[in-house]
């Protein structure tokens, strides 16, 4: 049997001890940390608000067919023309004509507006023909051929505006010279209107109603209580409407709530109200009035808002948050937070030590707390490495 020198049995020795010790410090840390992130936490509950608001059915008592002059959701101006009032089908085929007529037009004075600028951005328009091509590919394989007439459109301009930034503009004076004509024959044939349909105010035009205009025609909100709100029912908008005018003024929110909830507000109180809407996410409103019902079990919180756009005009009910207070700061894990000297504050890692520093909390829950975010020397700052566990902790420690 060949014998080991002791050379070797030493240099064995020592190698196993090293990975030893390299297993058990990949296995055992002696510190653990978390990073301090930035956090927002809303103080508030769910509620269903329902809408009230000014509306204003929109009549036509005149027979024929109705034009639009005034796009579903969008803002007109008192007096402002909603509709005209044609005799036969054909003038509204017409009038949709000279619209897509005009449009043509306004894209070709567009690409022959083209500067030197502009012509040096050749892989945006690229792009663009690109996008507007699988738009319109996606639309077509989708079966949603709704589109395929305005996303043709668009492609073809897309591409006379690349063939502009080559310089292969074509005849565009030509085609401008033809669109023109087109424009002024369309509008030769177009018939006068019987009559026209016109906004006794300002405000929001929606086409369609949902049958709680009457309903939530508001004069006295006292009248706003727990159990009109769990009657309401839709009610019948009568003939001849064809849309209603939503006032861009001062409306309201209603929304059913615990007593308990609302004792913590008082009328004129300013907080802000989460919705599901795109374009209205956060909305700053104002405890208008607090109706206790007779039972005194519930009550409502009736809000008051000033902001308004065409998602909130078409609003009527709808998931909400009543936020009345928010709080950000950094937050980490609440058993990170020691007191060192009567003072209240976190280690944290830096290089190869450890240093205490100083919080100022601003918010706690039962699992982490809030602090103030500071630039400042000395201060926990955004990403830091806090200690949540570890022995022996003190400023200046050196970890390896």
């Not at 508030?44 to 009549?59: A, C, P, W, Y």
């Not at 619209?99 to 070709?108: D, F, M, R």
């Not at 039972?295 to 902001?307: K, L, Q």
């Not at 909390?361 to 200690?387: A, N």
Request: some cysteine; overall charge negative.
């Amino acid at each position: 049997m060949k014998k080991i020198s002791p050379i070797k049995a030493i240099i064995g020795i020592l190698a196993l001890t090293f990975l030893i010790h390299q297993l058990i410090s990949s296995l055992y840390k002696p510190i653990s940390t978390e990073s301090a992130q930035f956090y927002t936490l809303n103080d508030g509950f769910d509620v269903t608000g329902i809408v009230i608001r000014n509306e204003k059915l929109v009549k036509c008592n005149q027979d024929g067919v109705l034009h639009f002059l005034t796009e579903d959701g969008s803002r007109v101006a008192k007096d402002g023309v909603i509709a005209n009032v044609y005799s036969s089908e054909s003038a509204s085929i017409i009038l949709s004509e000279i619209e897509t007529v005009e449009n043509k037009i306004k894209n070709v004075e567009s690409i022959m507006s083209i500067n030197n600028i502009e012509a040096s951005n050749l892989d945006a328009a690229n792009s663009n023909v690109s996008a507007s091509l699988n738009n319109l590919i996606k639309s077509s394989a989708f079966g949603d051929f709704n589109n395929v007439t305005d996303l043709s459109e668009e492609l073809l301009t897309s591409v006379n505006r690349r063939q502009a930034l080559l310089g292969e503009t074509g005849d565009f004076e030509s085609q401008l010279s033809v669109l023109n004509s087109q424009l002024s024959e369309l509008k030769n044939s177009l018939q006068n209107p019987i009559t026209q349909i016109s906004a006794t105010e300002s405000g929001y035009f929606l086409s369609v109603t949902d049958g709680y205009e009457t309903a939530l025609d508001i004069k006295d909100l006292s009248t706003v209580t727990p159990s009109f709100l769990d009657n309401l029912s839709k009610t019948d908008s009568g003939k001849n409407v064809i849309g209603k005018i939503v006032s861009d003024y001062e409306w309201y929110i209603a929304s059913k709530v615990t007593l308990n909830q609302s004792l913590n507000f008082k009328e004129g109180d300013s907080l802000t109200l989460y919705t599901s809407l795109k374009s209205a996410q956060k909305l700053p409103v104002t405890v208008k009035k607090i109706n206790i019902a007779d039972n005194g079990t519930d009550a409502v919180i009736i809000f008051s808002c000033n902001n308004m756009n065409s998602e909130l005009a078409a609003m009527r009910s709808g998931p909400m948050t009543v936020v009345s207070r928010e709080y950000s700061g950094l937050k980490i894990p609440k058993k990170a937070l020691r007191v060192v000297d009567s003072v209240r504050g976190v280690y944290v890692v830096s290089g190869m030590q450890i240093k205490f520093v100083p919080v100022e909390i601003i918010h706690s829950t039962d699992d982490y707390i809030l602090c103030e975010k500071s630039e400042k020397d000395g201060s926990l700052r955004l990403y830091d490495q806090v200690v949540v566990r570890g022995k022996n902790l003190y400023d200046g420690k050196i970890i390896g």
